[in-house]
């Protein structure tokens, strides 16, 4: 386990990944599927993952449960990521991506998670207040499994301000209503649209709604995923439009989390949120490339800019230059 690491996440629903294809999906039918790809997943580890391949100090803390729960973690063993596993009852979910070949429309099939008790989250709660007493940023991503409410996200909120940490928060539902005070909050237009209960058609009704969430959750920055269109940044001071990075689409699963990461990596490095975002939307459009919930290699985000970030040991910060 990392000791001081810069990033903790949280993922309180993880899920083992299973990715394949099939020429078409047909009701009651037996569809020969491709050979299956098996990745760690969940908001807070894929973020984790990302910024692992970055070079950011990193710790991912979530529950695990049942056999399942024991692979993912072997998973994560393999991809040498520090990790905390809270030991909790019940089976950690399975979560499926299928690709349909003849069409290339992705279907996502998302499974509960096993449910946590008062006490294993008070575990896990613990476990990111040691691990968060040097870290410069807390991320709370993910859904939430039965039996967490959407308090959780105040709760997290407090002890990431008693640890002198700054929250981000990539939640949906009632959690993102709750995101108050946190630095910086990432929805979609989608989960947006869901918590205003209408509409955002345009550009124009998608920045009043993302400062509409500003000044309701009094958050530092509002960062709304717009898809293939890029990004916005709200602030209390400014609003900025930054376009996508073009890539050859594999899978959008994981996309978010990478943009998450990216723009935390830059913001340990002391980059200013445009140019930090820039390496967030690179990060994004290398995540795309790649099947299911892999992580792209550092290989693959050199395609997307010359750019490359280095290691934090032994390598130096992260380049800055041709992302602003």
């Not at 393999?78 to 990790?83: M, R, T, V």
């Not at 209390?236 to 050859?248: G, Y």
């Not at 459009?285 to 290691?311: C, Q, W």
Request: charged fraction near 20%; charge should be negative; hydrophobic fraction near 45%.
């Amino acid at each position: 386990m990392l000791t001081s690491p810069d990033v903790v996440t949280i993922t309180l629903n993880p899920a083992l990944d299973d990715s394949f294809s099939v020429p078409r999906l047909v009701p009651g039918s037996k569809m020969r599927c491709s050979a299956p790809r098996i990745d760690p997943g969940g908001g807070g580890i894929n973020v984790a993952r990302v910024l692992h391949v970055l070079g950011v100090p990193t710790l991912a803390i979530f529950p695990v449960a049942g056999h399942i729960g024991r692979a993912l973690t072997e998973l994560l063993e393999i991809e040498q990521l520090p990790f905390e596993a809270i030991d909790v009852p019940g089976e950690t979910r399975l979560s499926h991506h299928v690709t349909e070949r003849d069409t290339g429309l992705e279907y996502r099939f998302v499974l509960p998670g096993t449910p946590l008790s008062g006490d294993d989250l008070d575990r896990c709660l613990e476990a990111v207040r040691r691990a968060g007493r040097h870290a410069a940023y807390v991320v709370l991503s993910g859904s939430l499994p039965p039996g967490v409410s959407a308090d959780i996200v105040p709760r997290v909120q407090c002890l990431s301000d008693a640890v002198g940490a700054r929250l981000v928060v990539d939640a949906s539902g009632v959690a993102l209503a709750q995101a108050h005070g946190a630095y910086l909050i990432k929805p979609s237009v989608r989960e947006l649209e869901e918590h205003l209960g209408r509409e955002l058609a345009t550009t124009a009704e998608q920045l009043e709604g993302a400062r509409q969430l500003l000044e309701t959750t009094r958050a530092g920055v509002v960062v709304l995923s717009r898809g293939h269109l890029g990004i916005a940044l709200i602030t209390p001071t400014r609003t900025q439009l930054l376009p996508a990075f073009s890539n050859d689409l594999v899978s959008g699963v994981g996309a978010g989390d990478a943009l998450v990461a990216g723009i935390i990596a830059g913001l340990t490095q002391g980059w200013d949120l445009p140019r930090a975002a820039r390496l967030g939307l690179a990060c994004s459009a290398a995540m795309i490339a790649t099947a299911g919930t892999s992580v792209f290699t550092r290989e693959g985000l050199a395609e997307l800019t010359s750019d490359l970030p280095v290691e934090h040991s032994g390598g130096g910060p992260l380049s800055a230059a041709g992302l602003g």
